[in-house]
């Protein structure tokens, strides 16, 4: 028996996830497969267009046989948090292999890029500090090697589970596939959500049916007031939420401006060193309370919550090595003793996205939503 572990968002589920879900089973031989999925909100630090219930469904509807939350401190965070914590995951669900998606399908020279010398880490180090963002001060750093890498974010993402396999231990074996650009991506898909002639073209039936009786197209800016609240009641403390660099908290204060949104605002903060999707992060962490103390006190997942799976496939928890499984959020307090700390972090995004949904059937539904079966 042969495991395969996918690490997702499926921010929506789309006929490129599928194509690469069928793929990625082809070409590992595997006979089942376990996702790790983001929750509610997404490593770019934007709220999931389908909550994380409806999105569970829908990939163990299309295939996969185990969904694995990530938690929100790891799923909201720049690619090598995100990628450490969920390889860590995989490795305590002891699968067999990962299979990733990237435009560069070398797996050679993409594990070659996760390779620093000390002059690799002192010259990213100097471009950091020349105001660069994270991605541009990687890519300027790559240029020394004679990698030949596009430094897309699925591309870094890849280099960064390889570093995360590299940096645990890891027995997983990585695959990458070749990203297939006949697929609509999921930020193209996103752009006309609500455009049901053209998602129908590019996403499963199941996924269809969902955004259409779901017919609210949720966003960044449905969080502003969270947003300006946190702010103003903590405006001596900004600096303490995750991303928020030094000085960036007089740039935020100084523009709190009660007639933008957050996309405005965002347009205001930007700059070569702060860029688009690293400010969407930095607001998501301060309305959503998680702090650079968090990071630093959990530096991989504590446990593995499990948001659904197959029938079929239970016998998988088996599996399971080295962390607490949690399938009954009531009584995750008693299992996880003072990790439950980051688990009532999941539980509070929960709580805000829903309220930004307007949808109050949603209020609670980590208590009231039991695990997904299919």
Do not use: W
Not at 88 to 106: K, Q, R, T
Not at 129 to 145: D, M, P
Not at 241 to 256: A, K, M, Q, T
Not at 273 to 295: A, C, G, P, V
């Amino acid at each position: 028996m042969k495991i395969l572990g996918i690490i997702v968002e499926y921010n929506p589920f789309h006929n490129g996830h599928l194509y690469h879900l069928n793929m990625a089973k082809k070409i590992t031989n595997s006979d089942f497969v376990v996702a790790v999925m983001s929750g509610n909100f997404s490593q770019r630090g934007t709220p999931a267009c389908l909550d994380k219930y409806k999105r569970t469904l829908i990939a163990l509807q299309n295939g996969v046989d185990v969904v694995i939350e990530l938690p929100v401190l790891y799923a909201t965070s720049a690619a090598r948090y995100f990628a450490l914590a969920s390889i860590s995951i995989l490795n305590n669900f002891m699968v067999d292999y990962i299979c990733f998606g990237a435009e560069n399908s070398n797996l050679e020279i993409l594990q070659n890029a996760t390779i620093e010398s000390e002059e690799f880490k002192e010259i990213f180090k100097k471009n950091l500090s020349k105001g660069f963002s994270y991605q541009r001060a990687y890519e300027k750093t790559l240029e020394i090697s004679k990698n030949d890498i596009k430094l897309s974010s699925n591309n870094i993402l890849a280099i960064e589970y390889l570093r995360a396999l590299k940096n645990t231990n890891s027995h997983i074996k990585p695959f990458v596939l070749q990203r297939n650009e006949k697929y609509t991506s999921a930020t193209e898909i996103k752009k006309n959500i609500l455009n049901l002639e053209k998602l129908e073209k590019n996403v499963p039936k199941e996924t269809y049916e969902s955004i259409k009786n779901t017919n609210k197209n949720i966003t960044l800016d449905d969080f502003t007031d969270f947003f300006k609240y946190k702010v103003i009641q903590e405006k001596e403390n900004i600096k303490k939420y995750l991303d928020v660099d030094e000085g960036l908290e007089n740039r935020i204060l100084n523009n709190l401006d009660s007639k933008k949104n957050i996309s405005s605002m965002i347009e205001v903060l930007k700059t070569k060193r702060y860029s688009h999707f690293k400010l969407q992060r930095m607001i998501s962490h301060i309305f959503l309370n998680i702090t650079k103390e968090d990071m630093k006190k959990y530096e991989y997942p504590p446990y593995i919550r499990i948001l659904g799976f197959k029938k079929n496939s239970s016998f998988l928890f088996k599996n399971i090595k080295n962390s607490p499984l949690i399938t009954n959020i009531k009584n995750a307090k008693k299992i996880l003793g003072k990790d439950y700390n980051l688990l009532e972090k999941e539980i509070f995004s929960t709580e805000i996205y829903n309220l930004a949904s307007k949808n109050h059937d949603l209020f609670h539904s980590d208590y009231k939503t039991p695990i997904i079966l299919s």
